[in-house]
Structure formats: structure tokens, C-alpha cells
DNA sequence: AAAATTACCATACAGATGTATGGTAATGTT
DNA sequence: AACATTACCATACATCTGTATGGTAATTTT
């Protein structure tokens, strides 16, 4: 049962994750500390305490980047979710991470990659099915037929992208929607970024 | 171009990864030197100098437990790859990992755990296709319904279990193959793990 | 109003850590 | 026969690292 944290804590929580999953290794005292300005060690190492209280790290007495990040102890970590997508019927996608949910963390992504768990069954044509989480990496730019995810009136889809001349087409796999037609400049959408990746957990469902 | 590893080289990036797959953190070289045996933390400095040459990883000078690895650039961690897994017509399995092959480091995983890549769509019943790749965990006890990778023969397939008495029965999901009905006590056939979660890279295949 | 919590700073210290340097032995290569 | 590579050991050292202890100030809870 996760205690709440407070700001600062969820922070560094947030930085150990981060620099695990971007560099490697976990940060040291000293790290943490001028990442967020602190001129002492020792404020860092109270909320440090305080987040092993809290159960969600473990420090090893004396080992240096000993942190381990406890939400893992079930194969899973944090990662913000933006919300969940809909190939045919766009579902709401909220503005910022709304909350800090367990995912799995899959596969080894940029830090700033996310994950989107599908709804519905307009993917299943390209084998993605409801459930199943696309790894989003907002750092590359599609190509044509690369599935996207794109934010279309404020709601996420997924669709397969293609550029001609001035316009996007967006195909979703069901044939039973039709193409989304949009300018190149339209400021009505943004692609987030391109799917590079679909994990499934088979853990508890039998299917 | 990765140049190639000695043994004692490949060992040693092979804990690396192992620890920071199971653990989270790199070791640091008293570390390292325990698990070896070494006396003396310098054996491993001069393997990890070899190893930083040969641009496996990357140290940090000074910084403790900051060895980077640097497959990972890549998203991508070596990983021992069992063999092929057919679901129908099984193939052959080898022995031992033929190879340390750069797979995708999906999901948190047992740092046991191994990656089989489908091959064949005898599993397409079940949304998982060819090109895919299962995650297996040698630590579970696989319950009714789960899709467990067997060893039969000498080689690898992907069945759903179900116990019935004594008796096994392997499931294929594409109707056509018959389930296979083998003795618990059975010597001919060996439950590997089970399948605990799907991984499809989109990277490269527009599908 | 008193007490607890949160957020920060400073100083001190033992021991862990990466690195430098020099050496031995076995094996393979030219 | 000379050289290079691999694999290991030992000693030494600056400094990084986690930890202990004590203190101030602001905010929230009781």
C-alpha cells in the first residue's frame, strides 16, 4: 500500500527512475543533490529516509548508488501514462501525466519515451490488441506507413501514418474507418510520437 | 563494429548486465572481483579497461558503480537466445545459448529469464505471431491455462498446460495440431518456463 | 498554543571506491 | 627466439560516499 509522497520526495523519486533508465546507474547523494540545488548531502539523505519508510526505495547501509527502486520488486516502475488510446474512436487523452501508475517497464526506451495502453479492437488488424501497451518514442520522426500516435481534438490515437505533399493521412488498419485527411501545418494535431514497440503481459489473464 | 570479447571479458559484461537487469545498480569492482574470485580489485580494472576499449562499456573516471553499457545506445542488451520456438512443428533447441545475441531488453525480467523468438503462425490464435519474441521465466510454477515453452525431443515449443492427474496436456490454440498428452513423471519432455509477457519491436518492419 | 512534519543547512568521519604503478606466469603469434 | 596478449596479484592513495549529529525556519496538524 504506497504512502503518499510529498512533492519533493515524488521528485526525486522521479530523478532516481529517470537516471536508472537513462543512464544506467542510480545517482549518488551528491548527484541528487545538485541536480535539485541542495549544497548538502545530508537534505537529500532525509528524504531519502523518508522514502524508505514509505517503502519505496531501499538503501543498502554503506553501498554507494545502492538505491534500489522498490515498485520493481514486481517488474514494474512508474511511468507516466498520458492516458489510453483508441485507434477508431479517439478516448480523452489527458494534458500532462495524471498520474504515476505502475506499467511494465518495457524494453529499454529513451527516458522521455512513454507508454499508452490500447482500448478497443480497430488495431487488432495490425495485431495490437486491447490491453496491449505501444511504446511511444517522441523523438523520431515517421516515416511513411509507421504507426504514430497523434493527439487529434485533444484525445490520442494510434494510426498509420503516411505524408503526401502537404497533407497527413492517418489510416487506422480497420477499413471499417475512414482516413483522417489533415494539413501538415494544422495546429488541430500533433503526432506525438512513432510506436516502436507493443508489449503484451501474459501474467494473469489466460487469454 | 563490436570487436570480439575473451571469455573472461564476456563473463564479466555478462554480470554487468545481469546485475543491473536483477539489482538495478552496476557493481562496482570489489564487487566484481568477489563474485570472480579475484583478490584483488585491479584484475577487474584491467577487464573493464579491455572491455572499455573495445567500446563495450563506458567508465565514468572516478564516479563509483558508473560503468555505462554501451549496447544499450542501442536499446538493445545481449541476451542468450535459447533457440526458435515453433508452436506447431517444433524445431530444434539448442543446448545451451548459442549465442549472445542483441535482443531487446523487454520488461523487467528474473535475470535468468531468456527470450525465444516465434517462429511459424501456430500461435496466431493466440496474438502471438511470428517474429515475436516470448519472455520465459524458469521460476514459475505454470498453472492451468498458461502458455508454457517445453522441451520435447530436444526441441522447443510453445504449448498451453493444462495438469489433468498424472498427466500433461500441451495445448496447441490453432486447432489443427492435436494436444500432446505426456506423463508428469516423463522423461522425454521438460517444462523450460513460462511465458510471461509478448514483445514486438515496430522498429524496422512497417508489417 | 503546542507539537509534528517538511525542507533545508553545516560539519565531521570511517570506510568504500576508482585509479596508478609495478610485477609474475602462461599462452599464442610473428 | 622475441614479442604481444591475457590473466592474475600486491601496495598505495586521493577523494568520493553514505552516515551521524545538531541546528533553523516555515507550514500543518492536533
Redesign the interface.
Known amino acids: 500500500m504506497p504512502q503518499s509522497l510529498t512533492e519533493v520526495q515524488r521528485k526525486i523519486l522521479d530523478f532516481l527512475i529517470e537516471e536508472?533508465t537513462s543512464?544506467?546507474?542510480?545517482p549518488?547523494l551528491a548527484e541528487i543533490a545538485e541536480k535539485f540545488g541542495y549544497r548538502n548531502r545530508s537534505t537529500v539523505q532525509q528524504h531519502l529516509e523518508a522514502l524508505e519508510k514509505k517503502g519505496f526505495i531501499k538503501r543498502n547501509p554503506r553501498?554507494?548508488?545502492?538505491?534500489?527502486?522498490r515498485l520493481?520488486d514486481k517488474?514494474?516502475?512508474p511511468r507516466p501514462v498520458l492516458g489510453e488510446v483508441a485507434a477508431g474512436n479517439p478516448l480523452t487523452i489527458y494534458p500532462d501525466a495524471i498520474d504515476t501508475v505502475e506499467l511494465?517497464?518495457?524494453?529499454?526506451?529513451?527516458g522521455d519515451s512513454f507508454l499508452l495502453r490500447v482500448k478497443g479492437d480497430s488495431m487488432k488488424d495490425?495485431?495490437i490488441?486491447s490491453g496491449d501497451f505501444v511504446i511511444v518514442n517522441p523523438n523520431l520522426n515517421p516515416v511513411n506507413?509507421?504507426?504514430v500516435v497523434a493527439i487529434l481534438d485533444g484525445a490520442a490515437v494510434v494510426k498509420r501514418f503516411y505524408k503526401k505533399g502537404d497533407q497527413i493521412e492517418l489510416h487506422s488498419e480497420n477499413p471499417d474507418y475512414a482516413p483522417i485527411i489533415v494539413d501538415r501545418k494544422s495546429h488541430v494535431f500533433k503526432i506525438s510520437g512513432v510506436?516502436?514497440?507493443?508489449?503484451?503481459?501474459?501474467?494473469k489473464k489466460?487469454?
Not at 543512464?23 to 542510480?26: N, P
Not at 553501498?63 to 527502486?69: C, D, F, P, T, Y
Not at 510506436?195 to 501474467?203: N, Q
Open positions: 536508472r543512464r544506467g546507474i542510480v549518488t553501498l554507494s548508488r545502492s538505491i534500489e527502486i520493481e517488474y514494474f516502475i511494465p517497464s518495457v524494453a529499454k526506451m529513451p495490425a495485431y490488441f506507413g509507421h504507426f510506436v516502436v514497440g507493443v508489449y503484451r503481459s501474459m501474467e489466460t487469454l
